[in-house]
């Protein structure tokens, strides 16, 4: 008796009856094709969230590799700005010797108006140590053009870095002389006096991040607070990490550390609606997509009910040579992940497939000056294949938990009384 067989033979037998079910040519078409599109909409499925999550991920990777390419970690900011950080040397040193911090260094914040032969524009300048390369954001790291070294002062001209939009839009390429205005300027009994500075385009940057290359501009310390008619003070300590998501516990420690007219604050909690935004779109991107695995899962319902219809003489039969209605329910279970298993395969294969295709070749442009990127990044990651693959077979699983129960309700001596 059929019954009777080893587990492992029976096994053999429902993947067989199942398999030859979903191969044999039907008497009525509109099975095989249901079938047909039961495969393709669950593989459509599968393959839309693959390539959705890629997006939402390499959006997430990139756009928080470009920030911190050119932000720091971790910031120590005054409470409220009033004259400066003037014990920044002190600090400095405090900040170093924190667990988790791999370098820390005093960075000096300004707005300017950078004057070049095409126009002039507004911009952030930011003084910086070059001789704390720890600190340095990777995108002074790897210039496009130039090097630090030029930051020093050459016959009484200090050297700039430009972002490499900014140099493009104000004219000024890499060796040129440009004139930097700084609005606030020296105080003097008629009021502020802006101050102008003549500066060397010693180096151009590049960050990927369209603000940043846009607005952005790099100088000495020294430089900075000369431009600026500064004392010898910061107003910001920037603070580098060896494991960027640590950067709150360090920040907490760093406040700590800074006194009470100090605050810090890191890169999550300074892009956190950026953050935010991305992770509610990959939820809601989810929800939405999932919706085409439940409309394949519907197909899977139809195609396995009509092939119980079908099929009702042949499962009389077998239920009459002995075979269990265990076994008469597995055969259909089967037959359902089986659609789901290839229609799984398939669109994980062909989603992989067009996301490294996609981000290979850069299928997708941007305008950066409203995206900040300047194509669509495809980064699909190993554990979202899996629970997409994981979500695809329990949904084609429960879809054919109904037409394996019918068909173990058969009455084979009804059926096949006539026949």
């Known amino acids: 008796m059929i019954a009777k067989k080893e587990p492992a033979i029976v096994s053999r037998f429902e993947f067989f009856v199942a398999l030859r079910y979903l191969r044999a040519k039907r008497k009525q078409a509109v099975i095989s094709v249901i079938t047909a599109i039961s495969i393709a909409g669950v593989a459509a499925g599968v393959m839309a969230l693959v390539i959705a999550l890629a997006i939402n991920n390499g959006f997430r990777s990139t756009l928080q590799k470009n920030l911190l390419g050119a932000t720091s970690h971790v910031n120590v900011l005054e409470k409220e700005p009033m004259f400066g950080i003037e014990e920044w040397r002190d600090l400095v040193a405090r900040f170093r010797s924190l667990p988790g911090v791999v370098g820390a260094a005093p960075t000096l914040y300004g707005q300017v108006l ?136 360090v920040a907490a420690a760093a406040e700590k550390a800074a006194g009470p007219e100090l605050a810090a604050t890191h890169w999550q909690e300074q892009n956190r609606q950026l953050l935010s935004a991305l992770k509610m779109e990959k939820t809601v ?100 294949a899996v629970w997409i693959a994981g979500m695809a077979l329990a949904v084609s699983f429960l879809a054919t938990l109904y037409p394996a129960r019918s068909a173990t309700r058969i009455a084979p001596a009804e059926v096949l009384r006539y026949e």
């Open 114 to 249: 950078v004057t070049g032969p095409l126009h002039s524009k507004g911009a952030l300048i930011k003084g910086i140590d070059p001789s704390a390369p720890a600190t340095l954001p990777d995108a002074l790291r790897h210039l496009k053009e130039g090097s630090l070294d030029g930051l020093a002062d050459e016959d009484g001209t200090p050297g700039v870095i430009l972002g490499s939009r900014l140099a493009q839009e104000t004219g000024m390429p890499f060796g040129s002389r440009v004139t930097l205005l700084a609005p606030q300027g020296e105080i003097t009994p008629l009021g502020p006096v802006p101050n102008r500075q003549l500066f060397r385009v010693v180096g151009i940057f590049e960050s990927g991040f369209y603000d940043i290359d846009a607005n952005w501009a790099y100088a000495s310390l020294g430089a900075t607070q000369r431009l600026l008619g500064l004392a010898d003070v910061v107003n910001a300590i920037e603070i580098t990490v060896g494991d960027i998501y640590r950067a709150p516990e």
């Open 285 to 384: 991107t989810m929800i939405t997509i999932s919706l085409i695995v439940l409309v394949a899962a519907l197909n899977i319902l139809i195609a396995l009910v009509m092939m119980v219809m079908e099929k009702y003489r042949d499962i009389a039969v077998l239920i009459s040579m002995g075979a269990g209605r265990r076994q008469i329910r597995n055969i259909f279970l089967c037959q359902g992940l089986l659609i789901g298993v290839v229609g799984t395969a398939t669109g994980l294969t062909i989603g992989h497939a067009l996301c490294f295709l996609a981000a290979r070749y850069r299928w997708l442009r941007l305008d950066e000056s409203v995206y900040a990127l300047s194509y669509v990044p495809f980064e699909p990651h190993w554990i979202d």
